[in-house]
């Protein structure tokens, strides 16, 4: 099976842009979709992307998403950042055993 | 709008088994190609894919649960459910039910904390 790794935590201001990365440690990315979940202190994971760049019906275009090929690396990119985008930020994919995958995720603090 | 909903106890003694129930409503668990799912969450740890039953009632498990786990539904009562057995305080965690289309999970239940403990 394969991995998925994030950057534990990144920061950035209140209107800046921030990427969070998600590497694939085997097997393309490109292979199966990747989805990206926005969990808030005390609250149920909720879906800002999903199948690598699509934007469910609710979340700001504030949020966008993408995969590299040659970093075998999704990335999930917010911009105009406000407080309240602060909050714990999993990838997660499938291998073609239908076995899932989370991320380790990623803490954005919101300055 | 569907709703889950988990429920079962919140202590468990260690070497027991976990059982959960995941109550569906606003859809039904026979219908649609949905994968009924549970994922799990230490204390101040990430997400963990436990495994899921497809509408055809076809399950899939995560290997390193595979050989105490098992996720079975009840179709007249619109649930599903997970028994987790010879849990450890490593099993200790909120665990979540969940419906998904493929690999998306577009619904989450929101979560119920079960601790291992004597």
């Known amino acids: 099976n394969f991995m998925l790794t994030q950057p534990h935590s990144v920061s950035e201001s209140p209107g800046r842009t921030i990427t969070i990365s998600c590497t694939r440690s085997?097997?393309?990315?490109?292979?199966?979709?990747v989805q990206w979940y926005q969990q808030r202190p005390g609250s149920s994971p909720t879906t800002v992307i999903y199948e690598d760049d699509q934007r469910p019906s609710g979340v700001p275009d504030r949020f966008s998403g993408s995969i590299d090929s040659s970093s075998n690396s999704a990335s999930l990119t917010i911009s105009g950042l406000r407080t309240e985008d602060e909050a714990d930020y999993y990838c997660?994919?499938?291998?073609?055993?239908?076995?899932?995958?989370f991320g380790g995720g990623t803490k954005l603090t919101v300055l | 709008q569907v709703q889950l909903q988990e429920s079962g106890p919140g202590l468990v003694k260690p070497s027991q088994t976990l059982s959960l129930t995941c109550t569906v409503s606003g859809g039904s668990i026979s219908s649609g190609d949905f994968y009924w799912s549970w994922i799990r969450q230490p204390p101040g740890k990430g997400l963990d894919w436990i495994g899921y039953?497809?509408?055809?009632?076809?399950?899939y498990y995560n290997p390193s649960l595979k050989s105490r786990l098992t996720i079975s539904k009840d179709t007249s009562n619109n649930q599903f459910s997970l028994k987790l057995s010879s849990v450890t305080a490593a099993d200790t965690a909120v665990y979540y039910c969940?419906?998904?289309?493929?690999?998306?999970?577009?619904?989450w239940g929101q979560g119920t904390l079960v601790t291992v403990s004597s």
């Open positions: 085997s097997g393309s990315i490109a292979n199966n979709y």
């Open positions: 969940a419906r998904a289309i493929v690999g998306v999970i577009d619904y």
């Open positions: 997660q994919s499938y291998d073609s055993s239908t076995n899932w995958v």
């Open positions: 039953i497809y509408h055809s009632g076809s399950t």
